[in-house]
């Protein structure tokens, strides 16, 4: 049986809704939406199929989208999922040491979430922050200007 959106989350889509001059240009908000309140972080194709009812779409359209933006998970992540910038300005000022640091502190590669759940470390290839590289994001919140001791505070932070 197909689990659809929780009625908190349909509420919320028709609010975003509301603040959209058509019903589908709310698709990136909806996606964000049912991405949040779903367990595992994630949309799974119940979400696609409910959000293109609600907003005269296809489910391989909003599919397609999810697929382009880094934002949107389509497999489960961690509570706490880490994407490091790997663009060039994040690459030219420690990206790859920040990214081999949090693997090792982790026990984790690229790509790979922690036996317990906790983490998912991705990269990214950009978050926009070009003047605070090395950076990172943990589910909502931006680290910036990272160093390897500032990466331990977050992690240990985080647990």
Known sequence: MAVMLK???LEK??????CYPDKRSA???ALR????????????EQA???IADLLDMTPVSLH??????T???????????????????????GAEHIIRHIERILNIKVGETTQDNKFTLSTVECLGSCG???MMQINQEYYEDLTEDKVGSILDSLE
């Open 64 to 69: 397609e989208m999810a697929k382009f933006y």
């Open 33 to 44: 939406i049912a991405q949040l309140d779903d367990p595992e972080n994630r949309l799974t």
């Open 132 to 134: 605070t590289a090395p």
């Open 7 to 9: 009625d908190t989350t």
């Open 71 to 93: 934002m949107y998970n389509l497999e489960p992540v961690g509570k706490y999922h880490i994407q490091v910038c790997a663009n060039i300005s994040c690459s030219l000022l």
């Open 48 to 50: 696609f199929r409910h």
């Open 27 to 29: 698709c990136m908000s």
């Open 13 to 18: 889509i028709r609010r975003a809704m509301k």
